[in-house]
């Protein structure tokens, strides 16, 4: 791996991550629902959030201080604390007193590449709020990353402004990852350039690319886009991803060979492996591979975190 820095943060310090931290339920089955009656489905309780995600895949992959601002529910705070600490992320857990924690039912269809489809409920998650946030959080933190999905309530928007002027302030690089393209359509392509205005990396799937520049060419999207954010390193999922700057493409990494079980967390893995290779000081085309290994392991497996060795996931909390 090349050891050249390519961006704002250098090689030492810590990575803090703001975002979303769920509870997902997957189901994984066989073929289309059958509507109005039963399907058979192998069906897990598990932790999850992109935000989450992120963190734990960037621990997996070597990032040795990494920290975790999120919103839960009283009725899973401790479960998912212990499961972040499981996976080497410090979390930094505000309890909602009102909302219960995010809950996302995964639909992964085994005959479709393990594509899947999810129904969200995101709780606690999206009331993230400024006063939950405190310039303190950057100390000893040379990254901070931001789920996309803090943009998708006015709340969250608030924490995002509020946490990327603070980074500005100190010099610390930032990154954002749009997280859905379906809240994103919602949200429109230009809100939301606005609102990531002065990010140094954006880190989108080839189907956001598309929404945030109306190029059908995931590539070209790419390429577009990064004529208004620095670094651009778009995730084209089984074609690998694509690095652009300065409105050009620099890298084209391919995809590392897999077999699929779960797609869900795949985006986040390979976000939460990149960093952790920005952060140890990679190159940005060195880094997006390290993200398509880290993308490949988590198709490989059901749910979004990373393997751990020393223990299995606890069983979740009784709703």
Not at 223 to 243: F, I, M, N
Not at 245 to 273: L, Q, S, Y
Request: proline share 4%; charged share 20%.
């Amino acid at each position: 791996m090349t050891r050249t820095a390519d961006a704002a943060g250098g090689a030492d310090g810590a990575l803090l991550v703001v975002g979303d931290v769920v509870t997902d339920v997957v189901a994984r089955h066989r073929g289309a629902l059958a509507s109005g009656t039963d399907t058979s489905a192998a069906i897990r309780t598990l932790p999850g959030g992109a935000g989450a995600n992120v963190a734990c895949w960037a621990a997996y992959r070597g990032c040795a201080d990494v920290r975790l601002l999120g919103r839960v529910g009283a009725d899973g705070v401790a479960w998912h604390e212990r499961e972040l600490v499981a996976s080497g992320v410090r979390p930094l857990l505000v309890v909602d007193a009102e909302a219960p924690t995010g809950t996302v039912v995964c639909l992964v269809d085994e005959e479709a590449a393990a594509e899947r489809t999810f129904l969200t409920d995101s709780g606690a998650s999206l009331r993230l709020a400024p006063e939950d946030w405190s310039d303190g959080l950057l100390d000893g933190v040379a990254r901070l990353h931001l789920s996309g999905y803090l943009l998708f309530s006015a709340s969250g928007r608030a924490v995002v402004r509020t946490a990327l002027d603070a980074a500005r302030a100190r010099g610390v690089a930032t990154s954002v990852d749009p997280a859905s393209a379906g809240f994103l359509a919602e949200l429109g392509a230009e809100r939301f350039l606005d609102l990531v205005r002065g990010v140094d990396v954006l880190l989108p799937s080839r189907d956001e690319a598309r929404l945030l520049t109306g190029l059908s060419d995931g590539a070209a999207a790419a390429a577009e886009l990064s004529g208004r954010v620095p670094l651009v390193v778009a995730k084209q999922g089984a074609d690998g991803a694509v690095v652009a700057r300065g409105g050009a493409v620099i890298a084209r990494v391919p995809a590392a060979p897999a077999t699929p079980r779960d797609t869900t967390g795949a985006g986040d893995a390979f976000t939460g492996a990149f960093l952790a290779a920005l952060l140890a000081g990679a190159a940005s085309g060195d880094a997006a591979a390290d993200g398509c290994a880290a993308g490949a392991r988590a198709v490989e497996r059901v749910g979004g975190r990373p393997p751990r060795a020393a223990r299995e996931p606890q069983a979740a909390p009784v709703r």
